[in-house]
């Protein structure tokens, strides 16, 4: 089974840029039909997809966020991170990276635990 688990700075001051990594294990980033994804949840709101990284190294962001956002992955240590940039007091949220498995019609998510992430000065 795919185990996905986030690290970063809990804490980052505003107009810095936030980057987050996703070490995977049990899994290779580079299997076909993998997609790689960030996703956040702001305090009291719901989840909000930030956007994905496939096993073709092709990448698509929330129109949101897509000025700010970076992902990327590193293969010879099966990760995955995002960059986003410019970062305000609004991009507090606990931070997930999930990873969506397609057979088919059939889609399978695992996440990892998430991290907390404050931008604060």
């Known amino acids: 089974q795919v185990q996905l688990q986030e690290s970063g700075p809990g804490l980052v001051k505003p107009s810095q840029t936030l980057c987050l990594t996703c070490t995977v294990s049990g899994g290779s980033i580079t299997t076909n039909d993998y997609y790689w994804s960030w996703i956040r949840q702001p305090p009291g709101k719901g989840l909000e997809w930030i956007g994905w990284?496939?096993?073709?190294?092709?990448?698509y962001y929330s129109p949101s966020l897509e000025s700010r956002s970076s992902i990327s992955r590193d293969t010879s240590k099966n990760q995955f991170t995002l960059q986003l940039s410019s970062v305000t007091p609004e991009d507090t949220a606990v931070y997930y990276c999930?990873?969506?498995?397609?057979?088919?019609?059939?889609?399978?998510?695992?996440w990892g635990q998430g991290t907390q992430v404050t931008v604060s000065s």
């Open positions: 999930r990873v969506r498995i397609v057979a088919g019609s059939i889609k399978d998510d695992y």
């Open positions: 990284i496939d096993y073709r190294d092709n990448t």
